[in-house]
DNA sequence: TATCCGAATTGGATCGTTCAAGATGGCGAG
DNA sequence: CTCGCCATCTTGAACGATCCAATTCGGATA
C-alpha cells in the first residue's frame, strides 16, 4: 500500500529507538512490559514484518532449510516423499523456517548444490532423504559444520549425526504378527537383495518375530530388486514350492502389488501385506505398514531446529513406530 | 575455508571496482571484453557468489518463487503435485530462481501466506494450482500487481492472468477416440457435478467425439464426487442400464479404479480409461490419458520469468496436449 | 548530597550489493 | 588546440536489520 514499513517506522509510532524494537523482537526479556507492549501494538497496526534480507545480511542466517526433491524414480514409492514435504514445510513454518527445494542427478551435483544454497542463500540447514552406507553428503556436510538431519539412519555408526526413522523391522514383525495371529504359520517373505540397511532391517523384522514364534524361516524368502513384475515372478516362485506359505510379507507396496497378481492367479486365499501405505495400496484395498511421515517431517523440523538454535549439538535420534493398516488382502 | 569471499575480494583480485564486478553479472555489454574476461576469471578461482540477501536488500528481488504444497487429499492424485513439483524445482534452477514451499489450509490463510511471503522474503512470484471460478487468491495477487502463474485455466475470463493448462478436453477426446477405433459404440463417461472448470472441460471432450462420430452420448454417463467408491457403484449403475456402455472414459484415475471393480465382478470384457496416469494406474496396469507435468512446470516457470525479468506484461498462455497411455484395461 | 549501579535506551557502524553520479582517457570535429 | 562525446571505469550512498559501545535515568547506597 503506503510506504514501506521498516523497524524505523515501528520505532517511530512507538516512540522508541530502533535497538528497542529488535530487542523486543530478538530478546524480549530485556525490555520493560510496558515498552514491550506499546511495540507490539505498532507491529500490529503497521502490519511490520522483519526483512529477512536484512537481518540475514547482518547476521548470516537465514532461516531457510532445504530438500532435495528426487526424480521420482518409482511412481509408487515417489508418492512418500509428498506427505514427507508437507509435513515438513508445516512443521517449519511454525518454528520460524522456510523450506526450500533443490534438485541433483547425482551425489556430486548435490554437493555442487549445497556449496551454491550455502554461500548464496546462506541456507541454515539440510534435509536429507535416502542416506547410503558411507554417504560423501554427509561427510561433507560435517566437515563443514553445516547442520543437517537425516530422514533414515546412518547405517554404519548411529551415532554418525541427528537422525530420524521409522523401525521398519518393528514393521515388518508387526506384519508377521498379525498374520500368525490369524492363524498363518508359513509366513513368507519378498525383499530386497542383501546390503541395503533398509531392506535389511525390513527381512529381519519378519524373520525374527517368526523365530521367536517358533517357526523356521528358511526358504520362506526371496530376495529381488524392487518392482511389480519382480514381485508376481517371485511370489510365483515361492508359490511354487513344496510348502508354499499361506501369507507373505513384503517389503514395499510394489512387491507387494506384483505378489498379489500371482496370488490372485494361483490361491486367492493366501495373505498378501505390503509396505509404505501408499496410495497404490490404499486404492487396492492393500494391507500394509503405514509410515508417520508427518511426524517424522515433524522430528526432523525438531532435530535441526535444536542445532540451529544452538539448544544441542547433536540432539537424541528419533526412532517412530509404523503401523499395521488393516484392508482386504490380510 | 578462508575469508568470506565478497563483490570486493574479486574486485581487488582482478584490479577493478566493486561496480564493475557487479557490471559483469548484471550488465555484462557494458564491459570491455578483456576486463570482463578478467573478472570472470577472479570469480572463478575465488568461488566468488553474488550473496542473495545483499542483492535482495538493495534491489528487492529475491529470485525466490513460491508454490503451496497441498495436505495430500486425496493420495491418489495427490502424486500428481510431486511430479510438478519436481519440474518446477529443475527449470527454476536453470532460470536463476528457487522455489520456497508454503502451505495453508484454506484461501483466508493463503492470503495470510502471500503477505508474510512477499513483506518477509521479498518474493517475485507465486504459481498456483487449481484455481477455481473467481478465485480470491488471484484477484488479491492481481491487485497488488504480484507476478504469478497458475496451473490450471482461469475458466471465467482465459485472459485474466498468465496461465499454463493441459488440454482436458482433447485428452478424453482421444480416449474415446482410440476406444471408438477398437471398435466400440456405447461408450460411457464417469465424471464429476457440472460447475468444475476441469471436469465439465473432460465430459465435453467425450461427449464431442462421439457426437462426432454419430452417436448420442445421451444417458450413458453419471456426474459424482470423485472416489473410487463413487466410481464403483456409478459404473455398476450403468452397466446396469438397458444398453449398458462396452467402454468407459473417466475423469480421473480414482473413478477408473472403481470402475475397474464393478466391471470385474460384472463384465470384464468392458474397457476403461482413467485420467492423470497416476501411479496407480500404472500399478494396475489402467490405461490412462497421461498430462505433461513436467512441461506444464517448465512453462509456468517460463511465463512467471518472461513476467519477472520485464520482458512482457501478460505473455500468452499455454494449453498443453495430453496423450494416452495404453495399458492392460483398454 | 554525592556517588554508584544496573536496567533501559540511544546513536553509529556494519553486513554485501546495486544505483546514481562523477572521473578518466581517447578520439574526432570545429 | 580545445571542446565535447563516447566508452569505460570509479566513488559515495543507500537498502533494513543487528551488534557494539555509549548514554540516560531512577533509585539504592555511603
Known sequence: MSEKVTIATVARHARVSRQTVSNVL????????????RVQEAIATLGYRVSQAARQMRTGRSRLLAVRIEPTRDGINGSVLDR??????????VAGYRVM?????DTAREIAAYEDLLSAYDLDGFVLTGTDHGDPRTAWLAEREVAFVAFGRPWDDLTAHPWVDVDGAAGTARATAHLLARGHRRIGFLGWPAGSGVGDDRRAGWRDALREAGI??????????????????????????????????CASDSLALGALQAVRAADPAV???GFDDTPVAAATGLTSVSQPLGEAAARCVDLL?????????SPEPVLLQPSLVLRHTA
Do not use: C, K
Request: no cysteine.
Open 216 to 249: 523356521d524361516p528358511a526358504g520362506l524368502d526371496r530376495a529381488v530388486e524392487d518392482g511389480i513384475a519382480e514381485g508376481e515372478w517371485s511370489m510365483r516362485d515361492l508359490l511354487d514350492a513344496d510348502e508354499p506359505p499361506t501369507a507373505v510379507v
Open 26 to 37: 530478538n530478546t524480549p526479556h530485556i525490555v520493560r512490559e510496558e515498552t514491550r507492549q
Open 271 to 273: 495373505a498378501v501385506i
Open 84 to 93: 514427507f514435504l508437507h509435513g515438513l514445510t508445516e512443521t517449519a513454518e
Open 101 to 105: 527445494l533443490y534438485t541433483a542427478d
Open 305 to 313: 531446529t535444536a542445532v540451529l538454535d544452538g539448544d544441542q549439538q
